[in-house]
């Protein structure tokens, strides 16, 4: 059956629809990861989103429940030039056409993958819609449709949940975390406790945390202005590590600013340059928004990180306290492990 994707700007594209039959309207991003589409559709960082996948095939490895980054994705669509039925993995449990069957995400299969990256690239992040039936009135949809506050809800478990380890206790606040970062942190034998990223300060304080972890989320950072304050107090009193939309948030606590990129950066082996020791390190990436270089200067920040691409600002350190954060993430999975050491110094700083 046909199927179209329909920008803002009334250009449309043509393919063959696959996943759920729904029609939706999100806002269009690339991914440049060759493999770990199922980590990436279950990326709460993607929610609200349609997800063009630059690689030419996906689906061939399946898909297994133990690989989800979250209970429930909340991406808005898939693009794909091709994707396969027949799976090679003995872990499989289902093809990627049943599982976003199941989980009502529509797709388009045999679409020009790469012209539509290329129109993102040049025109910046643009949303679109996912549609059976060309429409007249449909330009207008997109062009009104706004990613609301109860869409960003979904993301954030609204009761805490907790992870037993031999170790210090980690409270991670949520923002939209993956699985993996918890995942790095009990290897490291800590006991984790993840709670809403709008936690009081009062309750933080009552779980007696030895150190806090800001996750990675989705949007618009300045959407969480009102747990600046709480983020704050608490670098004040323990070590802290913020990933992705933790990074942003840490950076704004301390007066900095961010902005929305053109297009953003998504995607596996981005070059991040560490400022102390010229090292580079391969990242997995995947936000729309940054954290404004200058506006680090006035605040009590340094930056320890940069991306080589477009000379981002991709890591900080605070001069007084405990606490730093990067853009990307090293919890990667699939993915480069370059970055996964950082786990090691926020171990450190916990036990020291």
């Known amino acids: 059956m046909k199927r179209y994707l329909v920008f803002e700007d009334g250009t449309y594209f043509e393919g063959t629809?696959?996943?759920?039959?729904?029609?939706?309207?999100?806002?269009?991003?690339?991914?440049?990861?060759?493999?770990?589409?199922?980590?990436?559709?279950?990326?709460?960082?993607?929610?609200?989103?349609?997800?063009?996948?630059?690689?030419?095939?996906?689906?061939?490895?399946?898909?297994?429940e133990k690989f989800n980054e979250s209970q429930k994705p909340t991406i808005k669509g898939v693009l794909a030039r091709e994707i396969t039925d027949v799976t090679g993995n003995?872990?499989?449990?289902?093809?990627?056409?049943?599982?976003?069957?199941?989980e009502n995400v529509p797709g388009i299969r045999r679409i020009d993958t790469r012209a539509i990256t290329l129109k993102i690239r040049k025109a910046g992040s643009l949303k679109a819609a996912i549609v059976d039936d060309l429409d007249s009135g449909l330009v207008d949809q997109i062009s009104t449709w706004k990613l609301d506050d109860n869409q960003l809800q979904k993301s954030i478990n609204p009761t805490p949940k907790s992870?037993?380890?031999?170790?210090?206790?980690?409270?991670?606040?949520?923002?939209?975390?993956?699985?993996?970062?918890?995942?790095?942190?009990?290897?490291?034998?800590?006991?984790?406790?993840?709670?809403?990223?709008?936690?009081?300060?009062?309750?933080?304080?009552?779980?007696?945390?030895?150190?806090?972890?800001?996750?990675?989320?989705?949007?618009?950072?300045?959407?969480?202005?009102?747990?600046?304050?709480?983020?704050?107090?608490?670098?004040?009193?323990?070590?802290?590590?913020?990933?992705?939309m933790g990074h942003q948030l840490l950076c704004l606590a301390n007066g900095a600013k961010t902005f929305k990129m053109k297009f953003g950066h998504r995607g596996f082996n981005h070059p991040v340059k560490d400022l102390a020791t010229g090292q580079i390190y391969f990242t997995s990436q995947n936000h729309g928004y940054a954290v404004d270089e200058k506006s680090v200067e006035q605040t009590d920040l340094k930056i320890t990180q940069i991306e080589l691409n477009d000379q981002t600002v991709e890591g900080v350190e605070h001069n007084k306290y405990q606490a730093f954060s990067v853009q990307f993430h090293p919890d990667a999975k699939p993915g480069p492990h370059d970055a996964d050491f950082l786990f090691n110094k926020f171990w450190d700083m916990i036990n020291k």
């Open 17 to 64: 629809a696959f996943g759920s039959d729904t029609e939706t309207i999100g806002e269009l991003v690339f991914t440049t990861g060759m493999s770990g589409y199922q980590e990436t559709i279950t990326d709460q960082s993607y929610n609200g989103q349609i997800i063009n996948f630059c690689t030419p095939m996906i689906g061939n490895y399946g898909v297994a």
């Open 90 to 102: 003995y872990q499989s449990e289902m093809t990627i056409d049943e599982f976003l069957k199941q």
């Open 163 to 244: 992870f037993s380890g031999s170790g210090k206790h980690v409270v991670v606040l949520d923002f939209g975390y993956k699985e993996s970062i918890v995942s790095e942190l009990t290897k490291r034998c800590l006991k984790v406790t993840v709670v809403p990223g709008n936690t009081s300060l009062e309750e933080i304080e009552n779980l007696k945390p030895d150190g806090i972890m800001l996750s990675n989320g989705p949007g618009d950072p300045t959407r969480h202005m009102d747990v600046l304050p709480n983020i704050v107090a608490l670098e004040k009193c323990y070590p802290v590590f913020g990933i992705c």
